[in-house]
């Protein structure tokens, strides 16, 4: 018979993209400071993503002629697993907060990063997706194994390019560094 252990702690990212400049929404439109109010200190923001270059789907709510930014952001405390659907539905209501007319012009997706894998949540079901508890759920984005992140079938483009990878490997590496640092 198993015996069960209490699951290793994460460190919570969050891909952020925007209509337009996402310094603008972080900074000026005070985003970073909501988040950390939330989520704790942030300890690393991304350069720029060109997100855009994957999808034009939010186009139709963030603006037909806007530039879709992205960033990843990681947050210095490390946290449980097991907090991923309050943390979803934290960033759905600041989705809200920065909302024109029912349409985003911030999406903030939430997930966690393990020395074994990145988790990405959702509020939408799909079949490789597992139900967390408060009406999310969780999928396994990227696995990692024999020293590199490994997409799935189902890995939206954006995290099966280079540039996210390398930057998902720097808040990997920080990751480690605070798990062999951390003292409960």
């Not at 952020?16 to 109010?37: P, R, V, Y």
């Amino acid at each position: 018979m198993g015996k069960t252990k209490v699951a290793d702690l994460v460190n919570y990212v969050i891909h952020l993209f925007t209509a337009g400049d996402s310094e603008l929404w972080l900074n000026k439109m005070n985003l970073k400071n909501i988040l950390e109010d939330h989520f704790g200190l942030v300890d690393y923001v991304s350069k720029p993503l060109d997100f855009q270059r994957f999808t034009y789907y939010y186009n139709e709510e963030m603006g037909k002629n806007i530039k879709i930014e992205g960033r990843l952001i990681s947050f210095k405390n490390l946290g449980s697993p097991a907090f991923l659907p309050d943390a979803k539905l934290i960033t759905n209501e600041i989705e809200r907060l920065y909302s024109v007319d029912n349409n985003r012009k911030v999406n903030l997706d939430i997930g966690y990063l393990h020395h074994t894998q990145f988790v990405l949540a959702s509020t939408k079901h799909w079949g490789n997706r597992l139900y967390i508890g408060k009406n999310i759920y969780a999928e396994v984005t990227l696995m990692y194994n024999f020293g590199e992140w490994e997409p799935l079938k189902y890995t939206y483009s954006n995290f099966k390019d280079p540039i996210y990878l390398k930057e998902l490997d720097y808040i990997r590496d920080m990751y480690l560094k605070k798990r062999k640092n951390y003292v409960l």
